[in-house]
């Protein structure tokens, strides 16, 4: 890190004694985020008792949602919610592309993109030599190969999970088209994807985002949005350093959030961290025990 780079640093630090942080996420995204993890676990929660209706757990919860017909409905309500959250992401993509990048090969192949590149098998490649001591820790960017894995983990799952969710939900317009054996089609497809979408996302995905020595026991940026400006300088120390060197870093400087909020924001987290995992391990016990 250069002379100047540090005298920088030390600049946008040091505020009266309270640090500001960086702003990472806007309120949207962080809304947005948080449509997603509720309406996620609520489908994980009603279509997995389905799935396993036979099980035990499955008709406990059933009953808390007042019967299978009764989780159907809840079903249907937070694929709903989901289908509005990817819509309104894509329309602020375009919002986005329109203000800041201005085309869209900016947008997608910029420096900033979400698509795999050659800097993230380059990532990958050092990671592994890190992992096993032969290499230093990559100096990642705004985003990761994993984040970006896990961002179009989603555009997969909208695909298949929600076109053969659309045609459970209505057989008889579907049918007009398609044979009628394509519902039984539907049926595998829609209930097998989601329960490889449940065990990635509980498992893969919250190992990546808060289970990682540094992050553990959780990582709670997604949800307030700030990280203290130590924590982005170790995180995403490319991104860091190419916005002290532009001299744009103290743009994105923002007051910490008070106690209570944080607070708030960890008990969310808390509760999700928890459902999630009770799910993992109700499916593998179905699946170890009590599959048909």
Known sequence: MSKETTNQSKRVN????IKKQFQRFSRLNRALHALMIVSFISLALTGMSLKFAYTGWASFLSRLFGGFESAGYIHRLAAIVMIGVFIVHIIDLVRMKRKEFLSWRALL???????????DLRDLRDSIKWFVGKGERPKYGRWTYWEKFDYFAVFWGIAVIGSTGMMLWFPELFTRVFPGWAINVATI????????ATGFIFTVHFFNTHLRPEKFPMDIVVFTGRMSVEEFREDKPKEYE?????????????EPYPPIVIRAVRTFGWTALTLGFSI???????????YR
């Open 14 to 17: 040091g505020h009266a004694g």
């Open 189 to 196: 497809i829609h209930s097998d994807e989601a329960l490889l």
């Open 280 to 290: 993992v391990l109700a499916i593998i016990y179905a699946m170890l025990f009590a």
């Open 109 to 119: 192949f910029g420096k900033h993109t979400m698509l795999l590149n050659k800097s």
């Open 242 to 254: 190419a916005l002290v060197a532009s001299g744009e870093l103290e743009k994105y400087l923002v």
